[in-house]
């Protein structure tokens, strides 16, 4: 099994910049990729990026090319996400999961940790 510890959320004003960092334990060997996910209040979950494991290949959403990007610490099992120029309706519980094949679906999911951005 593979288990998944989101941190680094918090409060940030309006074009501030946040890390957020996804540590996976167990069986990591096993992850075939990565994603970030972000519930905004009142919204459906919905899709920010992914990278896969081994190779490090990332994927964002139309709408977070360019200011979010994916990264990941194999040695220190852990994904990254950098947020740069917030804006308050990137608001919201940043979650991580995992997925063990390509064709495979996110079945372990972090914790979450909530961002806001101030106006």
């Known amino acids: 099994q593979v288990q998944l510890v989101e941190s680094g959320g918090g409060l940030v004003r309006h074009g501030g910049s946040l890390r957020l960092s996804c540590a996976a334990s167990?069986?990591?060997?096993?992850?075939?990729?990565v994603a970030w996910f972000r519930r905004a209040p009142g919204k459906e979950r919905e899709f920010v990026g992914r990278?896969?494991?081994?190779?490090?290949?990332?994927y964002y959403s139309d709408s977070k090319k360019g200011r979010f990007i994916i990264s990941r610490d194999n040695d220190k099992n852990t994904v990254s996400l950098q947020m740069d120029g917030l804006r308050p309706e990137d608001t919201g519980v940043y979650s991580c999961?995992?997925?063990?094949?390509?064709?495979?679906?996110?079945?372990?999911w972090g914790q979450g940790t909530q961002v806001t951005v101030s106006s």
């Open positions: 999961a995992a997925k063990l094949s390509a064709a495979g679906r996110y079945g372990t």
């Open positions: 167990g069986r990591t060997g096993s992850i075939y990729d």
């Open positions: 990278i896969t494991w081994s190779g490090g290949i990332t």
